[in-house]
């Protein structure tokens, strides 16, 4: 079993729209939750920490499920410089070692 | 800002030949990673380096590759006797938290080729 899953989309959306992203994970001892942008042959970028109250930050949300062992973040208002591709990451146990889900590419067209 | 730097952005070498990829972290960061990003795949984490010592390595990280920190500010990653199956984008990470909370910081990262 994957550590953690995404769905890689493609998710095509139109400028404005609100989209929104799961991921899974599978150890229920993980620790800390982020999501990290990647934009096309760059490195990844933090986006936001995810905490079990949930948070947001401007147009992002980044919600926390430890029962159900997802994550999700909710993007509205989309704008064309949204395109990228969306990590999940993970760590888990006494090494805190990010692990990083394969990603959600996000295209937002005109 | 202060920010990770990588050098090369981009090594050709020959399969067998061996590679050096160097890493500046931020400089009052404590802990140092090294990943990999096979094109179209995720991100792979192969190592992580704490207190002048490797604190966890990936099944990935055999005995082809070793890193170091050898005067203080760069932190390298070597491969031996490269594969063709090396080819990849590596990023070097670092992160100040005293425990760590997976906010890293990337390098813009070393694109290797192997011929």
């Known amino acids: 079993r994957k550590e953690v899953e995404q769905d890689p989309g493609p998710f095509n959306v139109p400028e404005g729209a609100t989209v929104a992203f799961n991921c899974t994970y599978s150890?229920?001892?993980?620790?800390?939750f982020f999501w990290y942008r990647q934009d096309c042959r760059k490195e990844p970028k933090l986006l936001m920490s995810?905490?079990?109250s949930g948070n947001e930050d401007g147009r992002f949300t980044a919600q926390l499920n430890r029962a159900s062992q997802y994550i999700s973040l909710l993007i509205r208002d989309s704008k064309l410089s949204d395109s990228a591709t969306y990590l999940c990451?993970?760590?888990?146990?006494?090494?805190?070692?990010?692990?990083f889900g394969r990603g959600t590419s996000l295209i937002v067209h005109p | 800002e202060p920010e990770v730097t990588q050098t090369p952005s981009h090594q050709v070498t020959q399969m067998g030949q061996e590679v050096i990829l160097r890493c500046v972290p931020i400089?009052?960061?404590?802990?140092f990673y090294w990943y990999r990003q096979i094109l179209g795949q995720k991100v792979e984490f192969l190592v992580s380096?704490?207190?002048?010592?490797?604190?966890?390595k990936s099944e990935i990280f055999d005995d082809q590759f070793s890193v170091e920190r050898p005067d203080g500010s760069n932190f390298t990653l070597k491969i031996r006797s490269t594969k063709l199956e090396d080819s990849a984008m590596y990023f070097c990470?670092?992160?100040?938290?005293?425990?760590?909370?997976?906010?890293?910081?990337f390098g813009e990262g070393s694109r290797l080729t192997v011929l």
């Open positions: 380096f704490y207190n002048n010592e490797i604190s966890e």
């Open positions: 995810v905490y079990s």
């Open positions: 150890n229920s001892a993980s620790q800390s």
């Open positions: 400089s009052n960061h404590l802990y």
């Open positions: 990470a670092s992160s100040g938290a005293p425990k760590n909370t997976g906010e890293l910081f």
């Open positions: 990451v993970v760590s888990s146990g006494g090494s805190y070692i990010p692990t």
